[in-house]
């Protein structure tokens, strides 16, 4: 059974340029959530998505937008990219109908550098 | 949100225990206290998570106050492989991480 897996690992961008995350959960998991963790901080909620929507989001500008398909895949968007932008992107995934209980799986990341 | 707060950092011997202290004194009666770790820029990883009654399993033991506004991590034994960053957080939706605590194991 996979566990949650992100791709791609690691890439380059430059500023001003778009770059484009993606999210598999882990199987059975329909809720995804994305976390954007800067060097020597902790994870940082962007947002969370359930049944394609949009859930919740935290304190990200609108250049960062996402999307859930049928499948609960996620991608995550960045516009306009910052080099304040480069981070490690961590996805994780939630067991249905556990509401605020429950654990969070997490992927191994995708390390984005913005030059 | 509750807010968490944690120690930047502990040392421990390898073969004794490790015990992370952390405050979450705004926390709210229904929700739970949870314990992730990161080894080295990977993703975390769950450890152990509570409402108010003491829990232990095959990883850890955690232990509430009475009061709920405080809890104590502890790795029974710990060993070279639990060097790591731990992180203590309230209300695993929507989960806000703080700076966690860097664990440090020593031989």
């Known amino acids: 059974d996979a566990g949650v897996t992100q791709s791609p690992t690691h890439l380059i961008k430059t500023r001003g340029q778009q770059v484009t995350l993606r999210c598999s959960p882990k199987?059975?998991?329909?809720?995804v959530s994305w976390y954007q963790q800067a060097l020597g901080q902790g994870p940082q909620f962007i947002f969370q998505?359930?049944?394609?929507?949009?859930?919740q989001r935290g304190n990200f500008p609108d250049r960062f937008s996402g999307h859930q398909f049928p499948n609960y895949s996620s991608e995550l968007n960045v516009n306009a990219l910052l080099l304040g932008d480069s981070a490690l992107y961590l996805c994780a995934s939630k067991n249905p109908g556990q509401g605020d209980t429950g654990e969070l799986f997490f992927g191994e990341g995708s390390r984005l550098t913005v030059l | 949100d509750a807010k968490t707060t944690q120690p930047p950092s502990m040392d421990c011997a390898e073969g004794r225990a490790a015990n992370l202290p952390c405050n979450h004194s705004t926390i709210s009666g229904n929700e739970y206290v949870y314990w992730y770790r990161q080894i080295h820029s990977q993703g975390p990883q769950y450890i152990i998570h509570?409402?108010?009654n003491n829990e232990t399993n095959e990883m850890a033991s955690l232990i509430i106050t009475e009061d709920r506004k405080s809890s104590t991590l502890i790795l029974p034994h710990a060993t070279l492989r639990d060097t790591a960053v731990y992180y203590c957080?309230?209300?695993?939706?929507?989960?806000?991480f703080g700076a966690g605590t860097r664990l440090t194991v020593k031989p």
């Open positions: 199987s059975g998991h329909d809720t």
């Open positions: 998505y359930y049944e394609e929507e949009e859930r």
């Open positions: 509570g409402l108010k």
């Open positions: 957080i309230v209300r695993v939706e929507f989960a806000r």
